[in-house]
């Protein structure tokens, strides 16, 4: 169980740190092993017994992944975690190790992609069922708990339509039902939003985005509470998802630098933003810090900057869509997000491309919807880069 320090997100980003080697390393090494040794027969025993908490398999534990994961919970205010190969891995392992047949999951509609492929093609096979609420009703949530009703499940902002959900109307009605609050916090990061502040009982990142920062390695991670991660932790273990070393090792040292780049990202993205809201070849904009976003109000609450994305839908549907993206010249077409390099992505036809066009609106997905994961180029770039291809 993590204890939560007095020090500042920056210095924990920092300092958190395995224990020193014999060769007094001022940098955590890798510990690239697979499996680790025991010094007699009975440290053996009493390690497989978990009467000692010690790494014995790379699949259950190792150092660096257990660095990673102590920074996060630090970071997220966590009792406990445990990294996973995807953000996918850890979406899917830890409902996966909460719930059983016969059990039902309240979801926001507006979730990513594969998170929605999910709930729809595959849990049914296990008899797991889910309903899903719109994010600007929150009433509709109570009206859809039934008595085998045990996880709510939301993403803020959302995936790609940046969508806010009130953390703490949630929070507080996963409480009065005593269901288990899970919250994908990926676009936010933990240094813009805390969830279980708010109430949540789980928060799920993928590691892949803002965390690493620099579209290098793939990764997930959920922290909570620690009976709850107890659960995730065993199934886990068994099954196989763990993060290996090497990228645990990347994503650590990526979180040093994480308070500092999200800065820049959401100063960047603000930027844009307020650009594309004026602009003649665009219908509208969503940045959580816009005053024009529609829960703009809950945004400022629940967030300490609004994030590296941007969404708008160019006029003139697919068509217009298709040429924007042909014509874009600095920024990468890519499905990815949190890169130090700007992406443009088209949801309908990419993440989002496995939904019917009926989900896709429900998710708030038009055809000529763009997202932009705004980077840490100079914003004057940015910004031209668009233009150019708006034009």
């Not at 205010?77 to 995807?86: H, N, R």
């Not at 093609?121 to 009703?137: A, E, L, M, T, V």
């Not at 629940?302 to 010249?329: H, L, N, S, W």
Request: aromatic share 8%.
């Amino acid at each position: 169980m993590k204890g939560k320090s007095s020090k500042k997100f920056e210095t924990q980003a920092v300092r958190i740190q395995t224990e020193r080697t014999q060769f007094l390393e001022h940098s955590t090494p890798m510990y690239l092993t697979s499996s680790f040794v025991f010094e007699d027969a009975e440290d053996m025993r009493a390690s497989f017994a978990e009467e000692k908490d010690r790494n014995i398999y790379s699949r259950y534990s190792n150092p660096n992944s257990n660095e990673f994961v102590e920074k996060v919970c630090q970071m997220e205010g966590a009792e406990a975690g445990f990294a996973f190969a995807s953000g996918m891995a850890a979406v899917f392992s830890t409902l996966a190790a909460l719930l059983e047949s016969g059990d039902h999951i309240i979801s926001a509609g507006n979730i990513f992609g594969s998170t929605h492929t999910l709930f729809q093609n595959f849990f049914p096979k296990w008899n797991i069922g889910h309903s899903y609420f719109p994010i600007d009703d929150l009433d509709s949530v109570e009206r859809l708990i039934t008595p085998n009703t045990k996880v709510i499940y939301a993403e803020s902002p959302t995936n790609p339509g940046v969508d806010i959900v009130d953390l703490e109307a949630l929070g507080a009605i996963a409480k009065k039902h005593q269901l288990i609050l899970i919250i994908d916090n990926c676009f936010a990061s933990p240094y813009l939003q805390q969830p279980i502040q708010f109430g949540a009982d789980l928060v799920i990142h993928s590691g892949t985005k803002l965390m690493d920062g620099q579209g290098r390695v793939l990764a997930g991670i959920t922290v909570g509470h620690a009976a709850l991660i107890d659960k995730v932790y065993r199934f886990a273990r068994i099954t196989g998802p763990a993060l290996s070393p090497f990228n645990a090792w990347v994503l650590s040292k990526s979180l040093e630098t994480l308070a500092l780049r999200v800065d820049r990202h959401c100063e960047n993205a603000l930027r844009l933003a307020q650009f594309l809201e004026g602009h003649a070849k665009v219908n509208w904009v969503k940045y959580p810090f816009l005053k024009s976003h529609p829960q703009y109000q809950v945004a400022k609450k629940q967030m300490k900057a609004g994030g590296c994305v941007v969404a708008f839908e160019v006029k003139g549907g697919i068509k217009a869509g298709q040429t924007f993206f042909d014509a874009i010249r600095l920024l990468s077409l890519s499905a990815n997000l949190g890169d130090s390099r700007s992406i443009v992505t088209h949801p309908a036809s990419t993440t989002h491309s496995k939904l019917t066009k009926e989900e896709r609106l429900v998710s708030g997905i038009t055809d000529g919807m763009v997202r932009v994961s705004v980077g840490l180029e100079h914003v004057d770039d940015i910004i031209a880069d668009i233009n150019q291809a708006l034009g």
